[in-house]
């Protein structure tokens, strides 16, 4: 167990819909990554919070948002929902921005399904 | 932008040694970690070299060439429990951290 939680672990939705996606990180940790993870593939970096401030964006069009709250929680928003938008979303939280290893802490993931 | 390979499959027998090789390109290299995933679960991190050399955690060891843009997790004294997909993943100074697609190591009894 990593302390790190997310919700919903799964979620169906309909090509064109909105999804909000959550994710509770460890006391502490000040930065928080999306990630995407298609079946079968390593995950894929969408971008990351440092005290409630984007700081490192991926290859993700910007209907991909993020938000981060000060009690450590964090969610993914993903406008006009797309078929290839299904996939396995994971958050990860680190203490520090930068580390002596850099060690990101992984929830369980929500299993986004889109029809 | 960054890109890494891996091999796709490894198969081996309890108590073997695996060695999962990653050669990557990238610019803004800061270090290379290694994760390890079940099926189902989440990726949970298992070593990070910042620096050329050998990082040794109980029976998993890690090794980085920056000048080779290389590096390897070794797998000693294999466990049917250590069945799952390996990620090498690059930490570029832009704060992304780019995963590989993975090795999938299947331990047999």
């Known amino acids: 167990e990593t302390g790190v939680t997310q919700s919903p672990t799964h979620l169906i939705k309909t090509r064109g819909q909105q999804v909000t996606l959550r994710c509770s990180s460890q006391?502490?940790?000040?930065?928080v990554s999306w990630y995407q993870q298609a079946l079968g593939q390593g995950p894929q970096f969408i971008f990351q919070y440092y005290r409630e401030e984007e700081n490192g964006r991926g290859n993700f069009p910007p209907r991909f948002s993020g938000l981060q709250f000060p009690n450590y929680s964090s969610e993914l928003n993903v406008n006009a929902l797309e078929l290839d938008d299904s996939a396995l979303y994971l958050c990860?939280?680190?203490?520090?921005?930068?580390?002596?290893?850099?060690?990101?802490?992984f929830g369980p993931g929500t299993r986004l399904t889109v029809l | 932008g960054q890109s890494l390979e891996q091999p796709s499959e490894v198969t081996a027998v309890e108590g073997a040694i695996v060695q999962i090789n990653c050669t990557y390109q990238?610019?803004?290299?800061?270090?290379l970690s290694w994760y390890q995933q079940h099926d189902g679960g989440a990726p949970t991190f298992l070593s990070y070299?910042?620096?050329?050399g050998l990082e040794e955690t109980g029976r998993f060891s890690s090794f980085l060439s920056r000048s080779d843009s290389y590096g390897y997790l070794l797998l000693q004294e294999l466990q049917m429990k250590d069945s799952a997909s390996y990620f090498c993943a690059v930490l570029s100074n832009d704060y992304k951290l780019s995963f590989g697609a993975g090795t999938t190591v299947t331990v047999r009894a």
């Open positions: 990238t610019s803004g290299f800061y270090g």
């Open positions: 006391s502490g940790h000040n930065t």
């Open positions: 990860a939280s680190s203490l520090v921005l930068w580390g002596a290893n850099n060690e990101q802490f």
């Open positions: 070299n910042a620096l050329d």
